[in-house]
């Protein structure tokens, strides 16, 4: 089983639309938690992190985590086109290195 | 402003030969981490270091090396360098502490035919 898995998508939503990413984790004494987004050709940017059970708002991102389920996710509210891009979910399993899932790529219909 | 660098940003390589990639940081971070990325398995950690002359492997090392002489380099090495091997490369740093992620490079990507 690996650390952390995604729902593979690809996931397509209308522009407008919430967009619903899943990610669960295999340790349970995982700590810290963070949604990257990454663009085609680009590097990772970090746009979300929670470490408390419960939801954290930040704009139009709402992250999302049970320690319990071991589940975290991300919804993405009021879809834009320049929200297509590929999310990583990313676990800190131990001291300070992560655990990244293997992405699940959002395309947003105009 | 500080940042993280990585050199060359495209690299194009022989089979067997040695590549060196650079990584630069300028945060003061103690923690260095190089990961590879291909389609299929989102990124996979190489080797990371937590502090001057501490260097670990990750889960994929076999065919590489580190070196940490100082806290702003992590310079990762190909031995011999094989078409299995050919990947886009990511440098990133962080703070000590739970609550941090990581501030990633730009990316090299290394073909090696």
């Known amino acids: 089983q690996k650390e952390v898995e995604q729902n593979s998508g690809p996931l397509s939503v209308p522009e407008g639309a919430i967009a619903s990413l899943n990610c669960t984790y295999s340790?349970?004494?995982?700590?810290?938690f963070f949604w990257y987004r990454q663009y085609s050709g680009k590097s990772p940017e970090l746009i979300m992190f929670?470490?408390?059970?419960g939801d954290k708002e930040d704009g139009r991102f709402t992250a999302q985590l049970n320690k319990a389920s071991q589940y975290v996710s991300l919804l993405i509210r009021d879809s834009q086109p320049s929200d297509s891009a590929t999310y990583l979910c990313?676990?800190?399993?131990?001291?300070?290195?992560?655990?990244f899932g293997a992405g699940t790529t959002v395309t947003v219909r105009a | 402003d500080a940042e993280i660098t990585q050199s060359p940003r495209h690299k194009i390589t022989e089979t067997g030969r040695q590549v060196t990639l650079a990584c630069h940081q300028t945060w003061n971070h103690n923690n260095m981490f190089w990961y590879r990325q291909d389609l299929g398995h989102g990124l996979r950690l190489i080797h990371y270091s937590y502090g001057v002359h501490d260097t670990n492997k990750g889960e994929v090392s076999d065919g590489y090396s580190v070196s940490r002489s100082n806290t702003e380099d992590l310079p990762l090495t190909l031995e011999s360098a094989a078409s299995s091997q050919t990947s886009v490369y990511f440098c990133a740093s962080n703070e000590d502490g739970y609550n941090y992620g990581y501030t990633f490079g730009s990316g090299t990507r290394l073909t090696v035919v």
């Open positions: 929670i470490y408390s059970n």
């Open positions: 340790d349970r004494g995982s700590q810290s």
């Open positions: 990313a676990v800190k399993t131990e001291n300070y290195k992560l655990s």
